[in-house]
């Protein structure tokens, strides 16, 4: 990770790229170019890969040819050494971009008489150089000629001028040197390669190593002074600039599912914010892995990258264990959105552990990582170192905008497991599973302790682990607390028992009333058949009443015309 | 005596110089000189100056200069210096010091 602090006054001095993942951003861009740099270290620390790695780098990658000038292994047990990483020598050895010279100095096979000098060496590192154009050496292990050679003023002023010639040359050196007792060589190299000193360091700390990088001096350049935890495994040398990203990252609003429908109700509906870290703490067996599980698998489902670095069960166990609960993380492997990490915790100490996560995370860029569990890390390293340790974890995630969850196996009692996790304070929300046991049997429940930024749900919840998945029941409270389980149950019971009551009444109530209203429909029913009847009464007499006019005005029609027949016959 | 002498009578001697320097041209001088007093008409010297064939000194394995390889007879002996130290080199190439006895 670039540190911007690293990079401060380094105008002036040329640098020459290590191709090394963290040395490079540590020194803010390389070696001193053109300069000699002392490496070193106590045996084994990793002076020889890291001079190789250097060395290989320049010729294979930066069109910087090299002599390696070797004193103690032989060329092809060099050669041999590094294929592993897959370094292939010989390859550049053929095409001359690389030169390997094994110089051979046996005691018992020298004697000496009178003065001499290493003009030899010079001439021979000299033609190398010269042969395929090279800009970087490394000398590994220089010193072996103090065991060689006997006359030691002679010896240091000829590597005093080895050093300087190294300069006039123009190569970018690397000088490995053996830690000596109380100086940082046991011939006092550091006093001739003043340019650029590394340390590599390789500590024991209750049976399990850390190596560590630090610069102990950078002529002209402002370095990072801190020791830094670097790895030495099947993809080489990588340092971890692992200082505290500090407190300036994004706080993305985003939201992300914790894959557990009831806890996203209690995170506003929501979730948690994307990029922060939450903690799962909890007894042994109270379901933290699950709850890691299910938050990963929910990524998975989005497609979202997922990292589960498991410390204490193998994947194959998770797997298996988490079909349990209706979670196929196998799938999620298989197409390649889930990778699992696993490592006994005390494989390696706490550091390196840090830096192979900080090296996977930057390699696989994953949305989400789940560290199950935490606090089996805090084994591996001293619990002074942890914390810190831990915080430069969560600040380099957050910096990454990657959400983290962590589980942590706690012990003791409730109120124990409130206070006792000394990381809790780095982390933005806190879930505590705690098994609760009453009535001859252990429920879990869980309480959302904290969650920053969000008006959570303060409320208990009960923990329930199904053939599909996570579900939280609400519980009840009543005056003997909380009541999970078959107490729960029986509440439930009697709840329902309740509520069916209050069912039928409604219903009866409610039957009551339709009879009701049938009963008063029917009168009015009634009623108007009534008011129809005297209606249709009404209207008979009506119509007799008119008929009777009719009648009554036919009849008087009638009469007119019987008066005028009557007068007729009176006429002629 | 004489029969076991003419077994080793061979010496095939390499110094290696780096140019004409003063130590270079010591170790010539003292090699040539000793040749003559304690191996004469025995010896062979060959005088590689590595300034004008560099690559022989990585094939050859030689650090420090002037140095003075013993090829024959075997064991191969190397000594390095410029040779100032007659009884060292005597020593060295496992020359007894007894130069009067030609008998």
């Not at chain 1, 395929?132 to 000629?145: C, S």
């Not at chain 1, 982390?427 to 959302?448: C, I, P, V």
Request: overall charge negative.
């Amino acid at each position: 990770m670039p540190n911007a602090n690293l990079a401060l006054a380094t105008a002036g001095i040329t640098k020459a790229k290590t191709g090394i993942v963290g040395l490079d951003e540590l020194t803010g861009g390389g070696l001193p170019a053109g300069r000699p740099t002392l490496v070193c270290g106590a045996a084994g620390c990793g002076k020889t890969l890291l001079a190789v790695t250097f060395l290989y780098n320049g010729a294979a990658h930066l069109g910087e040819p090299g002599v390696f000038m070797t004193f103690e292994e032989r060329p092809q047990d060099l050669v041999a050494n590094v294929a592993s990483l897959n370094y292939d020598l010989d390859r550049l050895v053929r095409e001359d971009k690389i030169a390997i010279d094994h110089v051979r100095v046996e005691r018992s096979e020298i004697e000496e008489t009178g003065e001499y000098d290493l003009e030899g060496l010079f001439i021979r590192l000299g033609y190398a150089i010269d042969r395929i154009g090279a800009k970087r050496v490394v000398l590994d292990t220089v010193e072996a000629l103090f065991a060689g050679l006997n006359n030691r003023a002679i010896l240091r002023s000829e590597l005093r001028r080895l050093f300087e010639w190294l300069k006039d040359k123009g190569v970018t050196a690397i000088i490995t040197g053996e830690r000596g007792d109380g100086q940082l060589t046991r011939h006092g190299l550091e006093e001739y390669v003043s340019d650029c000193v590394i340390l590599l360091d390789h500590r024991v700390h209750e049976h399990i190593t850390t190596r560590r990088l630090r610069v102990v001096k950078y002529r002209g350049t402002a370095h990072g002074t801190n020791e830094y935890p670097f790895l030495i495994d099947a993809n080489g040398i990588s340092v971890m600039p692992v200082t505290s990203a500090g407190l300036d990252h994004m706080a993305p609003d985003e939201r992300i599912s914790s894959g557990i429908a009831d806890l996203d109700v209690m995170l506003e509906g929501r979730g948690f914010f994307r990029g922060s870290s939450v903690l799962v703490s909890g007894m042994a067996g109270s379901g933290k892995s699950s709850v890691a599980a299910q938050f990963v698998d929910q990524a998975c489902r989005h497609g979202e990258p997922c990292i589960y670095f498991a410390l204490e069960e193998s994947p194959s166990q998770i797997i298996r264990n988490m079909r349990s609960i209706g979670l196929d993380l196998q799938k999620w492997v298989d197409q390649g959105l889930l990778r699992f990490q696993a490592h006994r915790p005390t494989l390696f100490g706490l550091e390196t552990h840090l830096a192979t996560m900080h090296r996977d995370v930057e390699e696989f860029a994953p949305a989400i990582v789940a560290i199950d569990p935490l606090s089996s890390l805090l084994q591996a390293g001293d619990r002074s170192d942890a914390q810190a340790m831990i915080l430069r974890l969560v600040d380099f995630l957050k910096a990454k905008s990657v959400t983290a969850l962590f589980t942590s196996l706690t012990h003791g009692n409730l109120e124990h497991a409130m206070t006792d996790m000394q990381v809790s304070s780095l982390m933005d929300a806190w879930l505590l599973l705690y098994n609760r046991e009453s009535n001859g049997e252990h429920n879990r429940q869980l309480y959302l302790i904290k969650s920053r930024g969000m008006a959570h749900s303060n409320q208990v919840r009960e923990f329930v682990m199904t053939h599909d998945g996570i579900i939280l029941r609400d519980v009840y409270v009543g005056p003997e607390g909380v009541l999970t389980g078959s107490a729960r149950l029986a509440q439930e019971a009697r709840e329902r028992e309740r509520t069916m009551r209050q069912k039928h009444e409604a219903e009866r109530r409610n039957m009551d009333f339709t009879r009701r209203r049938r009963k008063i429909e029917a009168q009015i029913e009634e009623l108007r058949a009534q008011l129809a009847d005297e209606q249709s009464e009404l209207t008979a007499l009506s119509d007799e009443a008119s008929a009777r006019d009719a009648q009554a005005a036919d009849e008087r029609t009638r009469m007119d015309a019987s008066r005028r027949t009557a007068a007729r016959p009176a006429k002629p | 005596m004489i029969a076991a002498q003419t077994d080793d009578t061979g010496y095939n001697l390499r110094l290696y110089v780096a140019g004409q320097t003063p130590k270079s041209m010591a170790a010539i001088a003292n090699i040539r000189k000793l040749c003559d007093r304690y191996l004469p008409g025995r010896c062979t010297v060959d005088i590689i100056d590595l300034t004008k064939d560099p690559a022989l000194a990585q094939r050859h394995q030689i650090v420090a200069i002037p140095t003075l390889i013993r090829e024959l007879p075997e064991p191969i002996r190397r000594i390095i210096g410029d040779l100032s130290d007659t009884q060292r080199v005597l020593l060295g190439l496992d020359i007894e010091d007894d130069p009067g006895d030609a008998s």
